[in-house]
Every structure is written in C-alpha cells, then in structure tokens.
C-alpha cells in the first residue's frame, strides 16, 4: 500500500519558469516531509524539508508547501535551471521514524 | 567528513546465487537503513538497523536479509536472487535511530541474469 504518492511520473519546465512537483500522503500521523533529488547513477540527496507544524518552508529557489487538511505537499522551483533536471523524490515519516517514499517525478528544465 | 560508501557499485549474478551488499555509513551515524529502487516503484523500504538492532522491516521476503556491526557498517544479503531482484539497492544512514534525514550512498545496482 503506497502511503506516499506521486502522481506525475515527469514534468517539463521552460528555463526560468516555475516548476511545481506534487506529492499526496495518507497517513495523518507522520509529521515530517521531505524531498530529495536524485541524479542517474547516484543516490538521493537531500533537497529541503518540512515539519507539520508549518505550512512553508523556504530556501532559496526552493519552497516547500504542506496542506495537511489535503494531505499534499509540493514543491516549487522558482526560476528553474537545467542543472534541476533529475528524478524528485517526496518522503515522510511519523513517530516510529521510518521514511516512506513516492515513486519520483522525473524533471526536465529545457533550456 | 566522508559520505555513505557502498560497495561494490555494479553487481552481476545469476538466477539462485546469493549476493552480499556493503555499506558504510557516515562517521558517528548510527542507524543505517536500506532501500531497493526500481523504474516505476520508487524507493521500497527493506529494513533498518540501529546499534546492531534492527528496527524496521519492510515487506519484503525472507531471501532479504541484513545485520549490522559494533562499527555501524552494514550488510545485505540476497539469497536464491530472481530475475525481479534487479534492482538499486540503496543504503541511507543517519545520526540515530528515526533521525530525521536520510543520507544515501550511491547505491549498488544489482543485474539478475
């Protein structure tokens, strides 16, 4: 049962536009979102993240939103660059502090 | 501070061998967790150690197992492989158990012929 979902498996963005990635959860107990980028041939890293008891969090091009009444969260990336172009990972975790993952959307900022 | 290493990167068996991953974390982490990715399902969830414990288990068969030593380095090992264990296999470790970051290696990709 996925309990992390991303719906758009790719998204394609002119340079210097907004890219908006989206992810939707269903467990209303986890607490703390997070996303990670993820280049071919190397593990995630990580991007920026988000406690529930806030509903943004910014740093730099990155902002991070969470709707906890939607259970959604997304990401924006304002302006985008072609250096952004990977796969975008959602994660969440609650108490017991595992982290489930979304299945990626794959992002391409066309220059 | 030097990252999460896994070895060995690239991996090639056949089908009914057995394989071992390795994965050592960043200095002073402690839980080490590890994830199989494959095209299409994301980041599957198999287990995580912590102080030589392990903590969690995702769902995924008993040929899936792992344990982890007094240093914190892990393994995984795959037994009876099948052609679906084609895979990245990631390890993440961080500071504690249930801390709340991942830091990833960059994955052993494991080919099943």
């Known amino acids: 049962d996925q309990q992390v979902k991303q719906n758009s498996p790719s998204l394609s963005v002119q340079e210097g536009r907004i890219s908006i990635l989206n992810c939707d959860y269903t467990?209303?107990?986890?607490?703390?979102f997070l996303w990670y980028k993820k280049y071919p041939a190397e593990g995630p890293t990580f991007l920026i993240s988000?406690?529930?008891?806030?509903d943004k969090n910014e740093d730099g091009r990155f902002t991070v939103f969470l709707n906890k009444s939607a259970k959604h969260l997304s990401l924006h990336i304002v302006p985008s660059q072609p250096g952004d172009s990977a796969v975008y990972f959602c994660?969440?975790?609650?108490?017991?502090?595992?982290?489930?993952f979304g299945t990626g959307t794959s992002l391409t900022v066309i220059p | 501070k030097a990252g999460v290493t896994q070895t060995p990167r690239y991996l090639i068996k056949t089908r009914g061998q057995q394989v071992t991953l390795s994965c050592s974390p960043i200095?002073?982490?402690?839980?080490v967790s590890w994830y199989q990715q494959t095209p299409g399902q994301g980041l599957q969830f198999l287990f995580e150690y912590f102080s030589e414990t392990q903590r969690n288990k995702g769902n995924f068969p008993g040929r899936f197992s792992g344990r982890q030593f007094s240093n914190s380095r892990s393994e995984m090992n795959v037994s009876t492989l099948e052609l679906g264990d084609s895979a990245l296999y990631l390890c993440?470790?961080?500071?504690f158990g249930g801390g709340r970051k991942l830091f990833f290696g960059s994955g052993t990709q494991l080919s099943v012929l």
């Open positions: 993440a470790s961080s500071f």
């Open positions: 200095s002073g982490h402690r839980s």
């Open positions: 988000i406690s529930s008891i806030k």
């Open positions: 994660a969440a975790s609650g108490e017991g502090g595992q982290f489930y």
């Open positions: 467990n209303s107990m986890f607490d703390y």
